[in-house]
């Protein structure tokens, strides 16, 4: 007999939107106290200066404002733990979507709009409320734990980049690292690997024998930063293991074929 499908993970609507909330204003607070030299400093993300990725982040809380000011969809059509492995066609729409909404506004300026209109607009709809959107209808419960990811990766871009050190929210870097341990599970399915990311998730991966009590006989472990990094392409995973921030043990434990989930 086949193993039980695995029921999906729920996220705490309330929870999720505090946190895409909380991690927007501390990109906002360390986006103010940059520098000229600093914001046209390279960002790490493609050609992209440090000025066009925190034009980029106020962008993510400003399209989500505008997608809740559309007529909803009728149905759901894309699970939460589906989104990052179909992004990937979407990246350039994205980028000239980004520049042409915010070409030329003083980044304060667009901060202080985007903030606005993303803490009014998240007021005013429920999280069933279905997002008319590009990748595939999604309720906004859905939609707002994938903004955790975006939130959260370019939190690190812009850390990495400046050296200043941005908070991260525990519940998104929470939300983003389950989200991408999911996304994992779909893009290989099975049993043979447990995947650790302590202390926010576990999942099964891997076709395979499955394992069902003891020791796993293959089991990947790291740490949430060092997973994020992974799954978004901005870490390989020979260097990870190298420096021992992946312990991975048993035959089917190398998942460098499977990464990146998305860049």
């Not at 034009?55 to 909803?72: E, K, T």
């Not at 089991?219 to 392409?233: F, K, M, Q, S, Y």
Request: glycine content about 8%.
């Amino acid at each position: 007999m086949p193993p039980a499908k695995k029921k999906p993970r729920t996220y705490d609507h309330a929870k999720t939107r505090a946190a895409v909330l909380a991690q927007f204003g501390h990109v906002r607070d360390a986006v103010r106290g940059l520098d000229p030299e600093r914001l046209a400093g390279p960002s790490g993300v493609g050609h992209w200066s440090v000025a066009e990725l925190a034009a980029h982040i106020a962008w993510i809380a400003d399209s989500l404002a505008a997608g809740l000011a559309r007529p909803p969809a009728a149905v759901a059509e894309l699970a939460v733990e589906e989104w990052p492995s179909a992004t990937a066609s979407l990246a350039g729409r994205i980028a000239e979507a980004a520049k042409e909404t915010l070409e030329g506004a003083p980044l304060t300026e667009l901060y202080d709009r985007a903030g606005a209109r993303l803490a009014e607009a998240l007021e005013a709809h429920p999280g069933s409320r279905v997002l008319d959107l590009w990748i595939g209808a999604m309720t906004l419960s859905d939609f707002l734990v994938t903004r955790t990811v975006e939130l959260v990766v370019h939190t690190d871009d812009l850390r990495r980049a400046t050296g200043v050190e941005v908070p991260l929210d525990r519940q998104a870097l929470a939300a983003c690292t389950r989200l991408l341990a999911d996304a994992l599970a779909v893009k290989a399915p099975g049993g043979a690997v447990e995947f650790r990311v302590p202390p926010f998730a576990v999942v099964q991966c891997v076709e395979g024998p499955r394992h069902t009590r003891g020791t796993p006989p293959n089991v990947v472990e790291t740490d949430p930063i060092t997973w994020i990094r992974l799954a978004t392409g901005r870490e390989g995973w020979a260097e990870a293991l190298a420096d021992a921030r992946v312990r991975a043990s048993g035959e089917r434990a190398d998942l460098r074929a499977l990464l990146p989930l998305m860049s």
